[in-house]
């Protein structure tokens, strides 16, 4: 996200940028991974732009938050992970798209609330997935008291995977390993678990085990697993026998 000047906010135009660019994405077959972050070290998201919002009415009310979900859904409907690198302020809107994300690293700066009551409104749309994510109990405490949290905080919540301390080309560097693991794995293994876990989301548990065994056959469809398999049982048999 690039409006750095008032902290990344969110407005009609900068989202429908964005969800087109994330859109057009989705059929790059090279691609492997995603990293999200805010320009400059001041915020990830600041929200969205209250100066707009102020002045909707229920009609562009209804149409603002749509595209606010569109954003959410763009990533989330990416076929490769999403990282969301976090830096400095996640509010309303911001927290939603963390939360779209798959992966979540943020630094021991980063804040993270949602204090739309405060605002006068609900917090929506994707605001749906911090339940799984930290619980009702926690969900209720953001959403109802509006309150802002520590990067301490979201860790131990579930809210973030991995905080890193110190100036931000640390967090580079984190996110660079994460970037490193994922290249190690088989690229359409890696698209068939993100859309498998997708599923896991809205099936009951007896459907979701049925889609695993279908993600499972899926899998040998192409010489990824054999290919994959090989290269592991002749690194073991090579080190095997150096080792005797």
């Known amino acids: 996200m690039e409006n750095e000047r008032r902290l990344n906010v969110l407005n009609s135009s900068l989202m429908t940028e964005f969800a087109e660019r994330v859109e057009a994405l989705a059929g790059d077959e090279s691609l492997r991974a995603v990293v999200l972050t805010g320009a400059g070290t001041k915020a990830f ?3 969205a732009d209250i100066n707009e919002m102020a002045r909707l009415t229920p009609a562009s009310g209804r149409a603002f938050i ?8 763009a990533l989330r409907n990416l076929p490769v992970p999403v990282i969301a690198r976090i830096g400095g302020y996640t509010f309303g809107a911001g927290l939603e798209i963390a939360a779209a ?4 690293i943020a630094s021991d700066s980063a804040s993270f609330g949602m204090p739309e009551v405060k605002r ?5 749309v994707e605001a749906a997935l911090l ?6 109990g926690r969900t209720r405490q953001l959403l109802l008291l509006g309150e802002t949290i520590t990067s301490s905080e979201a860790v131990q919540w579930g809210l973030v995977e991995r905080v890193v ?9 984190a996110v660079e390993g994460w970037i490193a693991s994922l290249l190690q794995a088989g690229p359409r293994a890696i698209r068939l678990q993100k859309k498998l876990i997708r599923s896991w989301e809205d099936l009951p548990l007896s459907a979701a085990v049925r889609a ?3 993600a499972f056959e899926a899998a040998w469809e192409t ?3 054999r290919r994959l398999m090989e290269e592991f049982l002749n690194r073991r048999a090579s080190k095997d026998s150096g080792g005797s």
């Open 131 to 136: 339940p799984a994510l930290i619980g009702w």
């Open 45 to 47: 998201i600041g929200g």
């Open 212 to 214: 695993g065994v279908d």
């Open 165 to 173: 301390p110190g100036p931000h080309g640390a967090l580079d560097a």
């Open 120 to 124: 006068g409104i609900p917090s929506v």
């Open 101 to 104: 994300c798959d992966l979540r």
């Open 66 to 73: 749509t595209l606010v979900h569109r954003c959410c859904d």
């Open 223 to 225: 010489d990824e697993p």
